[in-house]
T-cell receptor, first 109, second 114 residues
Framework: SQQGEEDPQALSIQEGENATMNCSYKTSINNLQWYRQNSGRGLVHLILIRSNEREKHSGRLRVTLDTSKKSSSLLITASRAADTASYFCATGRDDKIIFGKGTRLHILP | ETGVTQSPTHLIKTRGQQVTLRCSSQSGHNTVSWYQQALGQGPQFIFQYYREEENGRGNFPPRFSGLQFPNYSSELNVNALELDDSALYLC?????????????FGEGSRLTVL
């Protein structure tokens, strides 16, 4: 079963623009993570935000978490062609980490 | 690159056969989680092993089974293969089973069932 749902399912933007992806989840969590996956490859961890945090930054990435709305957003600023990938949110609970269906991001040259 | 390695990278099986996939965890990690990812979908949690014991299981039938060895490497076994088992199987290791930290993924094993 999927815990998180990313929105939009697919996103195409011009290089240099900002990309925003959203994630909604259903049950209480310990933390929320964002991962990136290049086509058919393994997932790479991007950033983790704990349930008591509201915002976190890492380089060009900014993540927010609103536990009252059970939602998170990932902002990638100044996008590059190399950012083309699928992005997944993952929610951590006591017994497992559950992934959403992902947002497929395509950066246009 | 993570220190997680999976083998084989690709394999083709026929319905009814059995398959074993292998994963070596990153040094210092005692927990391994397995995920199934169908084309265009997110990874689905199969199960997790912590110190050689199953430590959580997703919504998969008993024909999906696993092992973890004393060196914390792991195997995923699937019996009586079905067409819908065609997917990318991902192994991820972590420092512990608290599910509060980062997962380190291998590159996956792509299984095709004909």
């Amino acid at each position: 079963s999927q815990q998180g749902e990313e929105d939009p399912q697919a996103l195409s933007i011009q290089e240099g623009e900002n990309a925003t992806m959203n994630c909604s989840y259903k049950t209480s969590i310990n933390n929320l993570q964002w991962y990136r996956q290049n086509s058919g490859r393994g997932l790479v961890h991007l950033i983790l935000i704990r349930s008591n945090e509201r915002e976190k930054h890492s380089g060009r990435l900014r993540v927010t978490l609103d536990t009252s709305k059970k939602s998170s957003s990932l902002l990638i600023t100044a996008s590059r062609a190399a950012d083309t990938a699928s992005y997944f949110c993952a929610t951590g609970r006591d017994d497992k980490i559950i992934f959403g269906k992902g947002t497929r991001l395509h950066i246009l040259p | 690159e993570t220190g997680v390695t999976q083998s084989p990278t690709h394999l083709i099986k026929t319905r009814g056969q059995q398959v074993t996939l292998r994963c070596s965890s990153q040094s210092g990690h005692n927990t391994v989680s397995w995920y199934q990812q169908a084309l265009g979908q997110g990874p689905q949690f199969i199960f997790q092993y912590y110190r050689e014991e199953e430590n959580g299981r997703g919504n998969f039938p008993p024909r999906f089974s696993g092992l973890q060895f004393p060196n914390y490497s792991s195997e995923l076994n699937v019996n009586a293969l079905e067409l819908d088992d065609s997917a990318l199987y991902l192994c991820a290791s972590s420092l512990d089973n608290s599910n509060t930290g980062e997962l380190f993924f291998g590159e996956g094993s792509r299984l095709t069932v004909l």
